[in-house]
């Protein structure tokens, strides 16, 4: 096929990831999918209600939106997360952290333990919190499909993948004014200063900042 020297191709300054002529695609910065990278709470709940409208194992699904929220899990250590980990008695939760982060224990409140409780009965006797159909633990792609589909259902404005829970959880408790030192444990962060990006979001910081 030839094209004629009289004609100037055009093509949009935004690419989006495309597998043409078997090229690996090219993934743009995050900034062109969305203008941040963190939920807020209202958001977070709009999306727990849209999962757990949506498919078989809505409960599930809104449980594991909850609990990556309120302890900032990421996709691997939300699919690994085992029953042993969890004592509903006491109301708390063994948190194994990856990246070499520090583990840590964190109470779990009463949404959580009721949707927990309920998530036992649903599914008995298994070792793993999240599963699938097949009792198999659920894997990180059918995480980032339950969350992605979730964002779709709940009609949020820009593309939701997992890790931006764990974002909402730092944001979260930065703009409660807790403590930088405190967030960074909760977190499992080994560096501070990827804790700092959080509080560095507060709005607290500028309170004051205008008297009228």
Request: glycine content about 6%; overall charge positive.
């Amino acid at each position: 096929m030839t094209l004629s020297t009289n004609k100037v191709l055009k093509f949009p300054t935004k690419l989006a990831p495309s597998t043409v002529n078997r090229k690996v695609p090219l993934r743009l910065k995050n900034s062109e999918y969305r203008s941040r990278e963190y939920l807020t709470e209202h958001e977070v709940e709009q999306l727990m209600n849209a999962a757990g409208r949506v498919g078989r194992h809505g409960h599930r699904d809104a449980t594991l939106i909850m609990l990556s929220y309120r302890h900032g899990l990421r996709v691997t250590e939300l699919v690994s997360l085992r029953w042993e980990q969890v004592d509903l008695k006491q109301g708390l939760i063994h948190i194994n952290r990856l990246k070499q982060g520090n583990p840590s224990v964190h109470p779990l409140r009463g949404p959580e333990l009721r949707a927990l409780r309920r998530l036992q009965r649903d599914y008995p006797n298994l070792s793993y919190v999240f599963i699938s159909e097949r009792k198999a633990p659920l894997t990180d792609d059918a995480i980032r499909k339950i969350v992605s589909r979730a964002g779709k259902e709940a009609r949020l404005p820009f593309t939701i993948h997992p890790h931006m829970l764990r974002h909402a959880c730092g944001y979260k408790l930065a703009q409660a004014g807790q403590d930088t030192r405190a967030i960074q444990h909760y977190l499992g962060h080994k560096n501070i200063q990827h804790t700092v990006r959080y509080t560095q979001l507060s709005a607290d910081r500028f309170k004051g900042f205008w008297n009228d």
